[in-house]
């Protein structure tokens, strides 16, 4: 991993700050082509300021480097869910362009697939770089819920609470935080997620093929994060080790970066 040896913050403002401004330029964008409302343009812009806020101050705490190459993917994806708020925010006032909405979420899906393959071939792969990521995604698949939930149900947003909820329940059972080793299953879970919420919300398919979807997706989530729970239970500090049982628990594995949204 390639780390410059100080902190230097004058490789972090522009990068952050030129990210919000192309976020109000895409509200901006979405004001003139599709009629973007005030509450969808204030809910953008307040996504903007706080993505800024955060970001800028989790880099000036723990940044050692430039901000590199996977990271402006990341953020590129951060400001296309931006719009993707904006556009479910405006919906509960009136019908939302689907087309554009579906389209800057299916960008944005796309496009997590590239980051992570950036980070590993310039090898500025970092723990906040990341999370980061992971935090994006969480965002985009809570706010594709609300907007499916409209037609389906309040049961859907179950899909985009989960994580924050195993969040929660890790404050207060610390070995929810350990690291989890690799796995395919957890990381198809977690795509199909947003890809069956796309299509729900992209209206392509019958309501009652699209709520069999959802509630399937559902499922496949539930029993990814049962799963890793029931791992983390096994291999909790204090527990005793039994191969048997845990056989892949080696210690100097590369530990995963965590459930991602909707459980990656």
Not at 59 to 88: D, H, K
Not at 161 to 177: G, K, T
Request: positive net charge.
């Amino acid at each position: 991993m390639a780390v410059q040896e100080h902190f230097d913050t004058r490789a972090l403002g522009p990068d952050t700050t030129a990210g919000m401004g192309v976020q109000l330029l895409v509200l901006e964008v979405l004001c003139r082509v599709v009629g973007l409302g005030t509450a969808g343009w204030l809910t953008g812009s307040a996504f903007a300021v706080v993505t800024w806020a955060v970001l800028t101050l989790a880099l000036r705490r723990s940044w050692t480097g430039p901000f590199g190459p996977a990271n402006r993917v990341t953020l590129a994806r951060a400001i296309l869910v931006g719009g993707v708020t904006a556009l479910v925010a405006d919906s509960f006032d009136r019908r939302a362009p689907v087309a554009v909405l579906t389209a800057l979420a299916t960008v944005a899906l796309i496009l997590d697939a590239v980051d992570g393959q950036v980070a590993r071939r310039t090898g500025t792969a970092t723990p906040l770089g990341a999370r980061f990521d992971m935090e994006v995604d969480a965002f985009l698949i809570l706010v594709l819920c609300v907007y499916v939930a409209m037609p389906l149900g309040v049961w859907v947003l179950a899909i985009g609470l989960m994580r924050y909820a195993f969040v929660a329940a890790s404050w207060l059972r610390p070995w929810l935080r350990g690291a989890l080793p690799p796995s395919t299953a957890r990381k198809t879970v977690a795509a199909l997620q947003g890809v069956v919420l796309v299509v729900a919300g992209a209206g392509i398919v019958p309501q009652a093929v699209a709520g069999a979807a959802v509630a399937g997706a559902l499922a496949l989530l539930v029993w990814s994060f049962g799963r890793d729970v029931r791992w983390l239970w096994r291999v909790r500090p204090g527990a005793r080790a039994d191969a048997a049982t845990c056989p892949r628990a080696v210690p100097d594995r590369q530990p995963v970066r965590g459930r991602a949204a909707a459980g990656s």
